[in-house]
């Protein structure tokens, strides 16, 4: 890493071997030759690509709002220029062709998809796809979709246990965004691919809305880390409510939730935080929330969404969380609520509400 540039994670987090940055964006970083081509970078964590890229005008393609934030905020912080108008969502159209695309290859082999279908419908027909990723999580399913969307499918030497997957030409398919659909009891649901819990219902979520209890207070309603809004779609089912707010880092995320709820009352919020609602303003606060980043277990992020939400809810509000047992947020919640009472467990599971 050049060693006068200074990355923190967005987010933050306590995780001590949580760093901003890894040998695979190195590698990738080492690969650019320095000419002027039409870039675009994906799935840059936490802003290493476009620091190092920035002459280049990168376009710089994202999910997470949290890394469209980091990547600003990394870039200024090292009084690196990247306007607004590079950043898109993964769901936009670019303005231009791409001669060379950027990927850190996600842990979701789905989400892999989803970037591919971009980068494949975005890149001219002559460009070259460099893509990172660290090989201790290589499986031979990424070569199995790179070559899905490329003809030319080239592994690099390793380097700090880090490899390159160089793509070129691009087969000839039609990249119609396509969605997963499933059924939960009698509710349909359908998610971009990429989105938490491909296909099914998580079993924390599905063991949170087979014991979900309404608590006294209930008009105004967040769905936090919603995902595909499974968990705010079964409460509308079912109860009467005056709002319901659907909030979550990844816009494929809210995407999917916005197709599986269109009743009025709803609002989606593409965020990493809480910010959007004023304090004193939700009756009740319901999530299973994320509690890892990528391939690490980091429970700093919900904790600070927690912390979050106990300012956010009226006096007499309740937050509802489900987690695993293991997770420890006892002695947090404890600290931090007044009341947190375990409404049902079982050997995997816990359902704390707190007030
Ligand atoms: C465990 S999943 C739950 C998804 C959905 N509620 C369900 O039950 O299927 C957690 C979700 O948190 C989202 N997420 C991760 N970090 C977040 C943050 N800081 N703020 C909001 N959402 C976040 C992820 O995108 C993911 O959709």
């Given at each position: 890493?050049?060693?006068?540039?200074?990355?923190?994670?967005?987010?933050?987090?306590?995780?001590?071997?949580?760093?901003?940055?890894?040998?695979?964006?190195?590698?990738?970083?080492?690969?650019?030759?320095?000419?002027?081509?039409?870039?675009?970078?994906?799935?840059?964590?936490?802003?290493?690509?476009?620091?190092?890229?920035?002459?280049?005008?990168?376009?710089?393609?994202?999910d997470l709002k949290?890394?469209?934030?980091?990547?600003?905020?990394?870039?200024?912080?090292?009084?690196?220029?990247?306007?607004?108008?590079?950043?898109?969502?993964?769901?936009?159209?670019?303005?231009?062709?791409?001669?060379?695309?950027?990927?850190?290859?996600?842990?979701?082999?789905?989400?892999?998809?989803?970037?591919?279908?971009?980068?494949?419908?975005?890149?001219?027909?002559?460009?070259?796809?460099?893509?990172?990723?660290?090989?201790?999580?290589?499986?031979?399913?990424?070569?199995?979709?790179?070559?899905?969307?490329?003809?030319?499918?080239?592994?690099?030497?390793?380097?700090?246990?880090?490899?390159?997957?160089?793509?070129?030409?691009?087969?000839?398919?039609?990249?119609?965004?396509?969605?997963?659909?499933?059924?939960?009891?009698?509710?349909?649901?359908?998610q971009h691919?990429g989105v938490f819990s491909?296909?099914?219902?998580?079993?924390?979520?599905?063991?949170?809305?087979?014991?979900?209890?309404?608590?006294?207070?209930?008009?105004?309603?967040?769905d936090?880390a919603c995902g595909n809004g499974i968990?705010?779609?079964?409460?509308?089912?079912?109860?009467?409510?005056?709002?319901?707010?659907f909030l979550d880092d990844s816009n494929l995320a809210i995407t999917s939730a916005k197709?599986n709820?269109?009743?009025?009352?709803?609002?989606f919020?593409h965020?990493?935080?809480?910010?959007?609602?004023?304090?004193?303003?939700?009756?009740?606060?319901?999530?299973?929330?994320p509690?890892?980043?990528?391939?690490?277990?980091?429970?700093?992020?919900?904790?600070?969404?927690?912390?979050?939400?106990?300012?956010?809810?009226?006096?007499?509000?309740?937050?509802?969380?489900?987690?695993?047992?293991?997770?420890?947020?006892?002695?947090?919640?404890?600290?931090?609520?007044?009341?947190?009472?375990?409404?049902?467990?079982?050997?995997?599971?816990?359902?704390?509400?707190?007030?």
């Amino acid at each position: 890493m050049d060693k006068s540039l200074n990355l923190k994670r967005v987010p933050q987090t306590n995780h001590p071997s949580l760093k901003a940055w890894s040998a695979a964006d190195e590698l990738m970083v080492q690969s650019n030759p320095t000419n002027e081509e039409t870039i675009g970078i994906y799935n840059d964590a936490f802003g290493y690509l476009t620091c190092h890229l920035a002459n280049q005008n990168p376009f710089i393609i994202t999910d997470l709002k949290s890394q469209a934030a980091a990547i600003h905020q990394n870039a200024t912080n090292n009084d690196i220029t990247v306007a607004a108008n590079q950043f898109y969502l993964i769901t936009d159209e670019l303005p231009k062709q791409l001669e060379k695309a950027y990927l850190k290859i996600p842990k979701s082999i789905a989400l892999f998809e989803t970037y591919l279908q971009h980068i494949h419908s975005h890149l001219s027909s002559n460009g070259q796809v460099i893509c990172g990723f660290m090989t201790k999580y290589f499986n031979a399913n990424l070569l199995e979709m790179a070559t899905k969307y490329f003809e030319n499918v080239e592994q690099s030497k390793a380097k700090k246990k880090a490899r390159l997957l160089i793509l070129s030409g691009k087969k000839n398919r039609d990249n119609q965004p396509s969605f997963e659909q499933f059924q939960y009891h009698h509710l349909k649901l359908e998610q971009h691919k990429g989105v938490f819990s491909a296909g099914k219902v998580d079993k924390a979520t599905n063991y949170l809305l087979q014991n979900i209890k309404q608590p006294k207070k209930y008009a105004c309603i967040l769905d936090l880390a919603c995902g595909n809004g499974i968990i705010g779609k079964w409460i509308l089912d079912k109860i009467e409510i005056e709002e319901l707010h659907f909030l979550d880092d990844s816009n494929l995320a809210i995407t999917s939730a916005k197709r599986n709820v269109k009743n009025e009352n709803t609002q989606f919020h593409h965020n990493f935080d809480l910010s959007d609602f004023k304090e004193n303003s939700l009756d009740w606060i319901i999530t299973n929330p994320p509690f890892h980043f990528e391939n690490t277990i980091d429970t700093s992020i919900p904790i600070n969404l927690f912390k979050e939400a106990k300012f956010k809810l009226k006096e007499g509000g309740t937050l509802t969380i489900v987690a695993n047992s293991n997770l420890g947020y006892e002695s947090f919640l404890k600290h931090h609520f007044s009341q947190v009472k375990i409404e049902a467990s079982n050997h995997q599971f816990k359902i704390y509400t707190c007030s």
